[in-house]
């Protein structure tokens, strides 16, 4: 206010009866207002994140694996019922980060009412803010409740957009590969894709696939299993399958001591 007064005295003053003199100083006062605005617009403000945590701001991690996706691939990233200018702006904007540093990735905001071609193709449902993620064939989608998760020992909610986003992106990539996990099967274990969805759920939003293994059939636990789950069995191990089971486990011991 104070700079704003002395320009507003400036111009009272009886210097500015010098119709020259007046043309100089709106002529300095135009480029200093040019000059400003070509900072501003270079510095590109939408891009800083003031928020004390950062939490609109991707980590060096994610700019360096997003922009060194191969150049092949084109990613498109659907935001379905998220409206501009609305209560989701950051988050619209966060989300069009990714194509700021990747060419290749492009960001839509869609109506599920506007475009039913997407909906089916993709199986969205409609007030959910479903955001899916494609390349070509590829497609990963993830809910709102995807985009989050609970601390039971400190009672909080932790957002884990930035980590399901970039996930997503090289998941559908043509770099993108799913890391194997079996359920073992036979002993009447609980299913997970009936009662543990969204531990299932979970487990393939961090491109894992979920396989099923009947260890009487196959007698060993494949060679490219990363993890194997055993669900409340209901009946006994057999000698062969105890025998099995504890050969993985020796083995991937011996991989964690490498």
């Excluded at 191969?70 to 069009?96: A, L």
Aim: aromatic share 10%; glycine share 6%.
């Amino acid at each position: 206010m104070k700079i704003l007064n002395k320009i507003v005295n400036v111009l009272k003053s009886k210097w500015l009866k010098d119709t020259g003199k007046t043309a100089i100083l709106i002529a300095i006062i135009i480029a200093i207002f040019f000059g400003i605005n070509a900072v501003v617009q270079s510095i590109n403000p939408t891009d800083i994140d003031f928020t004390p945590t950062g939490l609109y701001r991707l980590t060096d991690e994610t700019k360096e694996k997003i922009a060194s996706l191969p150049k092949e691939d084109k990613i498109t990233i659907y935001m379905f019922d998220y409206e501009e200018n609305g209560d989701y702006e950051d988050f619209i904007q966060f989300i069009k980060q990714y194509s700021k540093i990747n060419e290749n990735i492009s960001v839509e905001l869609v109506s599920t009412t506007a475009r039913p071609d997407l909906v089916s193709k993709y199986n969205v449902e409609s007030g959910y803010g479903t955001i899916v993620i494609t390349e070509g064939e590829k497609s990963k989608l993830l809910k709102y409740y995807d985009l989050s998760t609970y601390d039971y020992n400190t009672n909080e909610t932790i957002d884990i957009t930035e980590q399901r986003i970039t996930n997503g992106i090289i998941g559908v990539s043509s770099v993108g590969k799913t890391t194997p996990i079996y359920v073992l099967t036979g002993h009447d274990e609980v299913d997970i894709t009936q009662y543990m969805t969204s531990f299932k759920s979970s487990l393939e939003l961090e491109n894992y696939e979920i396989k099923t293994l009947d260890l009487l059939t196959a007698q060993n636990v494949p060679e490219d299993c990363e993890g194997l789950i055993i669900t409340s069995p209901g009946k006994d191990f057999t000698d062969l399958e105890a025998k099995a089971i504890k050969a993985y486990i020796e083995k991937r011991r011996k991989y964690s001591l490498v």
